[in-house]
């Protein structure tokens, strides 16, 4: 049980750094949008030239959107999940057994 516990708790916190890490890129991205707008337009229209400001900006919306409910159902949710998980086991008496006695 103990061993377990041990992988479940890895598991945790390369979860938990995986959502920070994926909140860090989506305040870089978002960052870059507000104080650099302009000039990152400018860079991935010529890759795009015949793309409108307003389809860019549509596109960078939905993407940051995507991201951040992409880390919170694969990280954050899980994270915190295995967090209660753990927290409910060590609440338990050691003795304790998972069927309930008749």
């Given at each position: 049980?103990?061993?377990?516990?041990?992988t479940l708790?890895?598991?945790?916190?390369?979860?938990?750094?995986?959502?920070?890490?994926?909140?860090?890129?989506?305040?870089?991205?978002?960052?870059?949008?507000?104080?650099?707008?302009?000039?990152?337009?400018?860079?991935?229209?010529?890759?795009?030239?015949?793309?409108?400001?307003?389809?860019?900006?549509?596109?960078?919306?939905?993407?940051?959107i995507t991201?951040?409910?992409?880390?919170?159902?694969?990280?954050?949710?899980?994270?915190?999940?295995?967090?209660?998980?753990?927290?409910?086991?060590?609440?338990?008496?050691?003795?304790?057994?998972?069927?309930?006695?008749?």
């Amino acid at each position: 049980m103990n061993s377990s516990n041990e992988t479940l708790e890895t598991i945790s916190q390369i979860l938990s750094r995986c959502t920070v890490m994926g909140f860090i890129l989506l305040f870089w991205w978002w960052g870059a949008l507000v104080l650099g707008g302009d000039f990152v337009y400018e860079v991935h229209s010529k890759f795009a030239p015949s793309m409108p400001e307003s389809q860019f900006e549509l596109i960078n919306y939905i993407g940051i959107i995507t991201t951040k409910m992409v880390i919170m159902l694969l990280f954050l949710i899980p994270c915190i999940a295995i967090k209660l998980t753990l927290r409910k086991r060590r609440a338990q008496p050691a003795n304790a057994t998972t069927a309930p006695e008749s």
